[in-house]
């Protein structure tokens, strides 16, 4: 089916992959067919996009969290870290106060 053509469809003696040859022009030539394709191509684009993006969040997050636990444990202050990270104070203040529960469990 790689080489599915008029000709190689005619030289084989396979009613079945002339069938399928038949079936593949009928899609090929269907603008119905050709529009759900490129729909469903856009939309994995889509997803894929976002995927990416909320990884890429994430990540950022797990890596401030991690660089506001370590200097927590060098015992600085929210007002510290925040001015070393240039994040604001309150974001970090939630940061530590998720970490401490997460030491509490």
Do not use: F, P
């Amino acid at each position: 089916m790689e080489r599915s053509t008029d000709e190689v469809s005619g030289e084989c003696k396979s009613k079945r992959i002339q069938e399928m040859h038949r079936r593949v022009c009928q899609i090929k030539a269907s603008e119905k067919t050709e529009v759900k394709y490129m729909q469903s191509w856009e939309e994995r684009i889509m997803i894929k996009q976002e995927g990416i993006a909320e990884g890429r969040i994430e990540g950022e997050k797990a890596l401030l969290k991690s660089l506001i636990e370590k200097k927590m444990a060098k015992k600085y202050s929210a007002e510290q870290i925040s001015a070393m990270l240039e994040v604001d104070v309150s974001e970090v203040e939630n940061i530590m106060k998720e970490i401490q529960n997460e030491k509490n469990l």
